[in-house]
């Protein structure tokens, strides 16, 4: 059984960090990438970034470059996002999910999902 689970949301002033982590389990991870995607109140969800678990290649999206930073750790089979610099808009609920395709931003090329975790930036 493939799980995802999400942990490391909260609320959080603007300016400050969150480190989300997505522990995966019941699936061959070297197949796979790995992604982050957010969702906020009355908006589509969007893709921040992902990573293919086997080589490390990494995409991240345009509204968090250069503050969003996603790593993997091999041997606890989990995905990281260090979130810094956190403004209110990048309040949302965050997704981890996993995909047999190449690395991707887009949210429908996702086969697996997590539950979520909130993350609100506020002061």
């Known amino acids: 059984q493939v799980q995802l689970v999400e942990s490391g949301g909260g609320l959080v002033q603007p300016g400050g960090s969150l480190r989300l982590s997505c522990a995966a389990s019941?699936?061959?991870?070297?197949?796979?990438?790995i992604g982050w995607l957010r969702q906020a109140p009355g908006k589509e969800r969007e893709g921040v970034s992902c990573i293919s678990f086997s080589d490390g290649d990494r995409f991240i999206a345009d509204s968090v470059k250069g503050r969003f930073t996603i790593s993997r750790d091999y041997a606890k089979n989990t995905v990281y996002l260090q979130m810094n610099s956190l403004r209110p808009e990048d309040t949302a609920v965050y997704y981890c999910a996993a995909t047999l395709r190449l690395a991707t931003l887009v949210p429908a090329e996702y086969d697996y999902w997590g539950q979520g975790t909130q993350v609100t930036v506020s002061s």
């Open positions: 019941g699936l061959a991870l070297d197949y796979y990438a």
